[in-house]
């Protein structure tokens, strides 16, 4: 399987306690695995937010319509973690299977959220979308409840910038904020019309829905704003129609196709669903669990494996005894093996890692100019850093 999505979000306690914030979100995650249980005949979203929840939380495995729900819960100390996990087939191919993940991590009065969707297809072929209704319904839950992602709140809905003020408050505390784990999605209007968006880079309005969590959508709907944000970051701007994606890290002597501009005379029906696909499949490659959740789930593992010797201990036959504990002998070693198998499968993946990431810092060393930090913070490029950052004949086609 490999992972087709990936968010972590940070729940804003907003003055309540870790805990009941922890219950909740732990609630609402498994009102979610209900759904995940029902066909998408079945299936109808609810619109009252973590509020629904309901005051239950089964742990152990369930099976209905060909789906199966996991839950689980650990508590260690100040830390909490709750696990829920959904496997099920595609509604439209049977032979793709979903695997959605969804961890809450408490750590005293912080809760961290975690979502995993991973993917196993029976045959190569373009992958359908991640995107599944609940689990929009419960990204959009935790969003409209104060998420946040790194220093960045987060949003349900496409923020709209307008005015001086606004560009400059755009660029100083959303794209050159080195606290920004989520891209920015910048759509733009067209030059003819103020508020107009080219149909083939998607409704913006749909995008923002769809990356709830994900990324930060903007919308730029006045012509003479593009200008002002054209004079603040020149070739790493936004025009007459086009849509920009800034990546994390941004900063304003990066070279212009490191965050890519899909033009409007390059868009086609296939670009807005692109642009989101891209977006979902970054999230995909940089997602990592929660901290401590390995730890709180080794924790369980450790409690759940005591009560299963305990189990065996006390059985009063010595025969049958011992050949329990030769069976869980035989067990631990197999899972050693596969452990040390897994474990150099990893370091050989991180020593390629580590040889590609030398690669690519090699060439980008030619690329990229020293930061100068009068420029990050005025937003004003210096004749050098112009010059070093003038495109190519080869850079002048962004691509979409």
């Known amino acids: 399987m490999f992972r087709a999505l990936g968010a972590r979000l940070t729940l804003d306690h907003k003055g309540v306690a870790g805990v009941a914030l922890f219950e909740v979100a732990a609630q609402?995650?498994?009102?979610?695995?209900?759904?995940?249980?029902?066909?998408?005949?079945?299936?109808?979203?609810?619109?009252?937010?973590?509020?629904?929840?309901?005051?239950?939380?089964?742990?152990?495995?369930?099976?209905?319509?060909?789906?199966?729900?996991?839950?689980?819960?650990?508590?260690?100390?100040?830390?909490?973690?709750?696990?829920?996990?959904?496997?099920?087939?595609?509604?439209?191919?049977?032979?793709?299977?979903?695997?959605?993940?969804?961890?809450?991590?408490?750590?005293?009065?912080?809760?961290?959220?975690?979502?995993?969707?991973?993917?196993?297809?029976?045959?190569?072929?373009?992958?359908?979308?991640?995107?599944?209704?609940?689990?929009?319904?419960?990204?959009?839950?935790?969003?409209?409840?104060?998420?946040?992602?790194?220093?960045?709140?987060?949003?349900?809905?496409?923020?709209?910038?307008?005015?001086?003020?606004?560009?400059?408050?755009?660029?100083?505390?959303?794209?050159?904020?080195?606290?920004?784990?989520?891209?920015?999605?910048?759509?733009?209007?067209?030059?003819?019309?103020?508020?107009?968006?080219?149909?083939?880079?998607?409704?913006?309005?749909?995008?923002?829905?769809?990356?709830?969590?994900?990324?930060?959508?903007?919308?730029m709907p006045r012509v003479e704003d593009s200008h002002r944000l054209t004079r603040r970051l020149a070739l790493l701007s936004v025009y007459d129609g086009a849509v920009r994606v800034y990546w994390p890290r941004f900063r304003l002597t990066d070279p212009p196709p490191r965050h890519p501009l899909h033009l409007r005379q390059r868009l086609n029906t296939a670009s807005g669903p692109a642009i989101i696909r891209r977006v979902v499949e970054a999230g995909a490659r940089s997602y990592r669990p929660p901290d401590g959740t390995a730890t709180l789930l080794a924790t369980r593992w450790r409690k759940d494996e005591q009560q299963r010797i305990a189990v065996i201990t006390s059985d009063p036959d010595p025969a049958r005894q011992a050949s329990l504990l030769r069976d869980e002998l035989l067990r631990v070693i197999d899972a050693q093996v596969a452990l040390e198998h897994d474990m150099e499968t990893l370091r050989h993946q991180l020593l390629r890692a580590t040889e590609r990431t030398d690669e690519l810092d090699s060439q980008l060393t030619g690329v990229r100019a020293v930061p100068d930090p009068a420029t990050e913070l005025s937003g004003r490029p210096s004749a050098p850093i112009v010059e070093a950052i003038a495109p190519d004949a080869g850079d002048v086609a962004l691509g979409d």
Not at 94 to 122: F, H, K, N
Not at 196 to 209: D, E, T
């Open 28 to 219: 609402r995650m498994w009102s979610w695995a209900n759904d995940g249980l029902k066909t998408a005949v079945e299936y109808t979203t609810s619109s009252e937010g973590l509020k629904t929840a309901a005051d239950s939380f089964a742990e152990g495995e369930f099976r209905e319509n060909g789906r199966t729900v996991t839950a689980l819960r650990c508590d260690s100390d100040n830390r909490s973690l709750c696990r829920v996990t959904l496997q099920r087939p595609d509604e439209w191919d049977p032979s793709i299977l979903w695997l959605t993940t969804v961890d809450a991590v408490r750590t005293g009065d912080a809760v961290d959220v975690g979502v995993s969707v991973e993917q196993d297809m029976r045959h190569l072929r373009v992958p359908p979308s991640p995107l599944a209704p609940p689990l929009i319904a419960l990204l959009h839950d935790f969003v409209n409840a104060g998420a946040t992602a790194g220093t960045q709140r987060l949003r349900s809905s496409a923020e709209v910038v307008v005015g001086s003020e606004q560009i400059d408050s755009f660029v100083e505390s959303c794209l050159l904020d080195q606290g920004r784990r989520l891209p920015v999605v910048l759509f733009s209007a067209i030059k003819e019309e103020d508020g107009v968006y080219p149909p083939n880079a998607g409704n913006p309005a749909l995008a923002a829905r769809e990356l709830c969590g994900l990324a930060h959508v903007y919308v």
